[in-house]
Structures are given as structure tokens and as C-alpha cells.
């Protein structure tokens, strides 16, 4: 079955500590994205990647990073120059990101929090 | 810039109840317009969308049309059962400029469905 998968379920993160969320699609899209989800809030654009080895900011990237060396993979690492990591992590995909009406696919999430 | 409100929540209602779900929006251009659901725990999934002015989209008996004059898409449902239980999202994708593929979302509105 196509679709997205995001790992792991759940991630603590320690002071000062990087850590990676994994982000994997066999849909066959070109474009990804990762969103953070805040309680009682709506989804905000870290970062987004229309093509391989391209990606854009989003409206809130200052603390985060990514890379896009494989078209099934998109990888978002929460840096220690994010001060308020815990949150809900969703990576999502659509087939080009060029168009106006199309429709994004979303992973299960990753949740994150801070020891 | 693009917004999207949705009415406040949360919403509890008995089962086969009548739902509507306010949602407006400010855009540039003629964005297309989105339904999402998030079960708990769970990433988001398409309910519904309309690209264009007066398009209603319908799935699993929900409805919402794209009033242009209004700037609204609300969601509606004539008969609402425990399994819709959920937090709602509205959101657009603006068209044109270098933003495509952006989704804007509202703060979501969590449905609560009574026996």
C-alpha cells in the first residue's frame, strides 16, 4: 500500500541535543513538507521541498534543518537552537507542489518532547 | 497575507444531530479550499476540498460549498454519528505567486458526538 510513514511514534529530547524525525513516502511525490502542531492551534510550515535536493523555509524554520537527498525521504532535525521543541510533528506529500488545487497526504506524526 | 478562522469548539452534540462548522477565509487570487480530520493520536486525512467558486465537495455525507461572495466554506453534516468525533481543520492553498502547495490552516475545531 502507498503512503507516508514517520518514525518513531514518540521522541524525547534532552537539553542541548539534536534529534532527528524520519519522514519516508512511496507515493511516488515530488514534493514534501513538515508541519508542527501545537495544542489548540493549527498547523504551521517548517520547511518544504518540491524537487531533490531543493528545499524552501516555511513560516517557522528558525531552529530546524533538513535535507532532501532521496525523493521518498525527508528528514527534519530539531536543533538545540529550538527552545520549545514539544509539539506534534506531521510531514505531508502531494505530487508536484506546483499546483493550486492538490492535495496533501499526511503521515501518522511524530511526537516530541523534552525532557 | 492568507488567514483562515474557523468557529471555536470545542462542539458536543447527540447523535444524528445536525453539524455545521463555520470556516472564512482571506486570500489572494482563488485559492482551493480544504477539509481535513484528525482522529486521536492519528495524522490528518482529506475530507473534502473545492477549487473553485460555488464547488461543493461531499465525502462520507459531509458537505461544504466554496462561496466566493462570502468568503466561506463551511462544513455540514445532516446526521452526525459517535464515530465522527474528531478535530476538524479548514484550510486553502493559494494560487499563484511562489507560495503553491502552501497549505494555510485554521486553529481546528474538536467535535465531540454523544450516544
Known amino acids: 500500500d502507498g503512503g507516508i510513514t514517520q518514525s518513531p511514534k514518540y521522541l524525547f529530547r534532552k537539553e542541548g541535543q539534536n534529534v532527528t524525525l524520519s519522514c519516508e513516502q512511496n507515493?511516488?511525490?515530488?514534493?514534501m513538507y513538515w508541519y508542527r502542531q501545537d495544542p489548540g492551534q493549527g498547523l504551521r510550515l517548517i520547511y518544504y521541498?518540491?524537487?531533490?535536493?531543493?528545499?524552501q523555509k516555511g513560516d517557522i524554520a528558525e531552529g530546524y534543518s533538513v535535507s532532501r537527498e532521496k525523493k521518498e525521504s525527508f528528514p527534519l532535525t530539531v536543533t538545540s537552537a529550538q527552545k520549545n521543541p514539544t509539539a506534534f510533528y506531521l510531514c505531508?506529500?502531494?505530487?508536484?507542489?506546483?499546483?493550486?488545487?492538490?492535495?496533501?497526504?499526511f503521515g501518522p506524526g511524530t511526537r516530541l518532547l523534552v525532557l | 497575507g492568507n488567514s483562515v478562522t474557523q468557529m471555536e469548539g470545542p462542539v458536543t452534540l447527540s447523535e444524528e444531530a445536525f453539524l455545521t462548522i463555520n470556516c472564512t477565509y482571506t486570500?489572494?487570487?482563488?485559492?482551493?479550499l480544504f477539509w481535513y480530520v484528525q482522529y486521536p493520536g492519528e495524522g490528518l486525512q482529506l475530507l473534502l476540498k473545492?477549487?473553485?467558486?460555488?464547488d461543493k465537495g461531499s465525502n462520507k455525507g459531509f458537505e461544504a460549498t466554496y462561496r466566493k461572495e462570502t468568503t466561506s466554506f463551511h462544513l455540514e453534516k445532516g446526521s452526525v454519528q459517535v464515530s465522527d468525533s474528531a478535530v476538524y481543520f479548514c484550510?486553502?492553498?493559494?494560487?499563484?505567486?511562489?507560495?503553491?502547495?502552501?497549505?494555510?490552516f485554521g486553529q481546528g475545531t474538536i467535535l465531540t458526538v454523544h450516544p
Open positions: 505531508a506529500s502531494s505530487l508536484s507542489g506546483t499546483s493550486g488545487s492538490e492535495t496533501q497526504y
Open positions: 507515493l511516488n511525490h515530488d514534493a
Open positions: 521541498s518540491q524537487i531533490v535536493n531543493d528545499f
Open positions: 486570500a489572494t487570487g482563488y485559492p482551493s
Open positions: 473545492a477549487t473553485k467558486a460555488d
Open positions: 484550510a486553502l492553498i493559494r494560487a499563484g505567486g511562489t507560495s503553491y502547495g502552501k497549505l494555510t
